[in-house]
Nanobody, 122 residues
């Protein structure tokens, strides 16, 4: 059974920084592109960032570009999301995701983490 385990969420003031981690098995990590989604209360789950397994190429939603950075550590089977200049509208449950195809439509994600709450206070 594939497990994606997120850690690092919490409460931060606007303008601050927070880092998330997502760890999985070596088998999963090497076979899938890894990414992040978020879901705010009353809103649909949306793509945030992703990093490919082969080239390490990253992609970002326009709303976080320039503020968030995702990376993967192949030795630790872990993907990271560093969030800077946080805004209250970044408040959401953040989900780690694994995609075999690199297609980041939520309906095509192969595996999801359970999610972790990030709250940005104004």
């Amino acid at each position: 059974q594939v497990q994606l385990v997120e850690s690092g969420g919490g409460l931060v003031q606007a303008g601050g920084s927070l880092g998330l981690s997502c760890k999985t098995s070596a088998r999963t990590f090497s076979a899938y592109d890894m990414g992040w989604f978020r879901q705010a209360p009353g809103k649909e789950r949306e793509f945030v960032a992703a990093v490919s397994r082969r080239s390490g190429r990253t992609s970002y939603a326009d709303s976080v570009k320039g503020r968030f950075t995702t990376s993967r550590d192949n030795a630790e089977n872990t993907v990271y999301l560093l969030m800077n200049s946080l805004k209250p509208e970044d408040t959401a449950v953040y989900y780690c995701a694994a995609s075999y195809t690199g297609n980041w439509s939520p309906l095509l994600i192969n595996y999801w983490g359970k999610g972790i709450l990030v709250t940005v206070s104004s």
